[in-house]
Every structure is written in C-alpha cells, then in structure tokens.
C-alpha cells in the first residue's frame, strides 16, 4: 500500500516560513484544488494559526475553520493541539479542554493531533477523552527529541501507553528536525512491531536532512508523512509534496496523488509565497540549510529567538556560549524535548545564566513553575541541587497538574456576557485573553450597521 500524504502547507508551512501570516483568503485561494488532490489529510488549524488571526490578522479563527469545511469536501482536516495547553501557552482545566475540542470537531475538525512538549500522559488524557467523545479521530503525537533518556525503547514504551489510552494513530513529532535517517529507520520499525496503531512521521527541513530521513521511514513501513506543497516546503517547513509524490511514483510506496491538482494548487499559492518575500514577512534565510541545528539541537525556531534576545541585551558574541549552556540547562531540568513552551523557557534560562554569570542567578516564572511539577513529570529526573537552590524546600506536585484547577468555562462565560455571541468566543477569549477581547469588540462593531453606530 502506498505512502499517505498530509498537506501542511495552510498550518506548519507559513507557520514556519513566515510567522503564520496567511490570511484566511489566501488559505482559500487553492483548497478546492487540494481537496482534489487525494491526500490522507490537511493540516489546517491549531498552532499558532489562532493567535495569529486575532492578533495580527483581524480574524476569527472559528470563522477561517467553517470557510474552510465549506470547501474542503473530500478531505480530512486535521488540528495540532497542545495538550492541556490546548492552543495556548499555560495549563487550562478539563471543561476548557473539553468545550475547545467540542466546538473545533463541530466546526469541522477531523483529526485531532494532540501532544505534551514532556510526553506525559497525564497531560493528554482530557483532551483525548474529549475526541473520542464528540466523534473525532484522535492521534497522539510523541515530542521527539535526543538524550540520554530517550531511547527506542522510551519511544516503544510510550507507544504502548498511547495505544491503550485509545489513540487511533501516532505521530513521531520531529519540531526540531533532527532525526537522522537511520534513527528513523529504527524507531520507525521497532514502533511498526510493537504496536498496531498506524504511525506518522512529521518533521522539518532546516538541517537539510529530512527528505532522507522520510525515505528510510518508509522503508520501514511508516504509513503517513507531512509535506508541504512546494510554495511552502523546504527550509524550515516540510519536504516538498510534488517531489516526494515523484520519487515514489511506480514504487511499492506511491502515494498516488494527482499531479495534475498539486500543478493548479501550487500555481496559486505561488503569488502568496512572493507576496511575503517582497515585504519581508518572509526571510529568505530560513529557505536555506542550516546544518547547525543538527550539532546544537535546537530547534530553528528557537535558535532565532536566542539571537533576538542577545540581540536586544547588546550582547550577540554570547551566542556560542549560550548555544552550549542550551544543553547543560536541559540536562538540568531532566532533559525536555525543545518544543513550546519548554523551548522558550530553556532558552531565556541559558540566557540569563551566560549574562549574569552565574548559573540559575535569574530564573524565569515559568522554570520556577516547572521545578514545582506544575508543567508535569520530566522525561528523566530534575537536578535536585539546582532545583533546592531556585525553589528550597517548596512542595513539589506529583499529581495531574490540572487537578488542581477549577472549572473555567461557565464563569468565563457569565463574566463576558455582554460581548461573546458564541460559546466559540468565550473559548477564544479563555486561550487569548485581552487580545481575543479585543478582536471580539471590534468585530462586534463591524456587525452594527453605519447609520446606527452613527445615531448612537
Ligand atoms: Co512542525
């Protein structure tokens, strides 16, 4: 059976490439093309495509969603969703988790791929509880990363858990990318043995690796693979999806796509990809291949976020010391994968060790938090010295971080009465706050016809 394809240009494609900034016209311009194109799925939603909406773009995430499903007839959509972080960036409780899965499955959502930047379990299950109660396909994706703790057998053990948490597919989350061919190859052919659960792979072009890894993935009977469509692949998005269709065409793992509607859709998102490079949303640096991602790391993301804030703090020549403090602070904290939130919260510490010179001087809420156990368990132990240096002898959670929190929806729901007109917006509002408000008013506005606004 050939290869499966998911489409990720209209979510992790611009994401990657030029900070989410696709507005929803241009993510309509193709689809009826790519619904044509007879992919397993398309990544359409979740990520940063809703904050971006209400924060750069002026739109209504849930609104892009419904345009979306209008035209997107044949096709699965499919979702990234952050665990109990949902889309957002701390933990929310059960009912938010649940209400957000909910609507996104009502207003069109297929697949839900839902992931802990730690890979603990406890993390994922309201959210996968909630997919399989409103009728949704749910794969659970593992954050991959490498260390001295997570091994093959790490990867197989949590794929058992996953299976029996009831997860309909898994998907090995390379944000990175860099998984090396022949890992891949064997991770991808031990999980083949020991579960039955269809597998996945999804990874990132930036160390200039990735086309190789899919290969060897394939040949060890991965089922699906996320690629962009050519306008949005390579650099730090996915493989390109025309080449990857062409290079199995006539093989055992042809992925059979109609090359005639990848032609017409790529033709039309074309102009899109100019349109950013001529203003500049799109860095022409980021289409090239940065092999240093594979010695550091980090991920692309990541390591342009580090060189922004040397930048700002007027100190650009600690880059090479802080890309090698990056490592010693993740061992520190029981080495999590470098995805968000943990990404960011790794990369501000090695930064504030390397400027105040000493280690763990300065620490960020948000380390504080998680030495508290308040983002979950750690892949392996934490340093127990550091950890009595930053939060002494405080309690520690051993427990599901979002037993401690109370219902949200209601209250939020009763609070902002007199602006939400859905329960969409009150979940727009519980994830984004005074930025989602913000959207919501001005939209409200618009409704309200000229020549009242005017008399009011
Ligand atoms: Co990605």
């Known amino acids: ?50 904050d971006a909406c209400l924060r750069f773009l002026n739109e209504d995430p849930w609104e892009r969603l419904r345009e979306v499903r209008k035209v997107c007839k044949k096709t699965k959509l ?16 059960d009912d938010v988790v649940e209400k957000f899965v909910e609507k996104s499955i009502k207003n069109g959502i297929d697949i839900i791929r839902i992931f802990d930047a730690l890979n603990d379990i406890r993390n994922l299950e309201a959210a996968v509880k909630a997919t399989k109660k409103y009728g949704g396909e749910c794969q659970i994706a593992l954050s991959y990363t490498t260390s001295p703790v997570h091994t093959v057998e790490y ?3 949590l794929a058992k858990e996953i299976e029996k948490l009831g997860a309909d597919s898994i998907c090995i989350k390379d944000m990175a990318g860099v998984m090396l061919p022949e890992d891949a190859y064997k991770l991808i052919s031990e999980l083949k043995k020991n579960t039955k659960l269809p597998i996945e792979l999804h990874s990132h072009c930036t160390g200039g690796i990735c086309e190789m890894t899919y290969r060897r993935a394939i040949d060890a009977g991965v089922d699906i693979v996320d690629c962009a469509l050519s306008p949005l692949s390579g650099g730090t998005s996915q493989p390109c999806t025309e080449s990857l269709n062409a290079a199995l065409a006539g093989t055992e793992f042809d992925p059979k796509l109609n ?20 203003n500049g949303t799109l860095n022409p640096k980021v289409l090239s291949v940065n092999p240093n991602i594979l010695k550091y790391q980090v991920p692309g993301g990541m390591l342009s976020n580090l060189i922004s804030q040397l930048k700002q703090q007027g100190a650009s020549d600690k880059l090479d010391d802080v ?63 550091i950890r009595k240096k930053i939060i002494g002898d405080d309690k520690v959670i051993t427990y599901r971080p979002a037993d401690d ?43 309200i016809p000229t020549v009242i606004k005017v008399k009011a």
Not at 369 to 374: I, T
Not at 419 to 432: N, R, T
Request: net charge negative; hydrophobic share 40%; charged share 25%.
């Open 259 to 278: 090359v005639e509607m990848l032609n017409a859709a790529s033709a039309k998102l074309m102009p899109i990809k100019q349109k950013y490079l001529d």
């Open 323 to 385: 890309l090698k403090e990056v490592p010693n602070v993740r061992k520190d904290m029981g080495y999590p994968p470098l995805v968000t939130p943990l990404s960011q919260m790794v990369g501000t510490q090695a930064v504030m060790n390397v400027i105040t010179g000493e280690r763990y001087k300065m620490v960020p809420k948000e380390i504080n938090d998680y030495l508290h156990g308040k983002y979950g368990k750690s892949p392996a132990p934490v340093d127990e010295d």
């Open 78 to 93: 499919q979702m990234l969703f952050r665990g109990q972080n949902i889309l957002g960036y701390r933990h929310y409780a």
């Open 155 to 157: 990867y197989v053990s």
């Open 405 to 447: 929190l109370k219902p949200e929806f209601e209250g939020l729901k009763a609070q902002y009465k007199d602006i939400a007109k859905s329960d969409e917006d009150v979940l727009s509002i519980a994830l984004f706050g005074d930025v989602a408000i913000k959207f919501i008013k001005q939209r409200n506005e618009d409704l």
């Open 1 to 50: 059976m050939g290869v499966k394809i998911v489409e990720t240009c209209l979510r992790d494609g611009h994401q990657s490439l030029f900070a989410t900034r696709m507005n929803t016209e241009e993510v309509l311009t193709a689809l009826k093309e790519l619904d044509n194109v007879g992919y397993h799925a398309i990544e359409i939603w979740g990520g940063a495509t809703f």
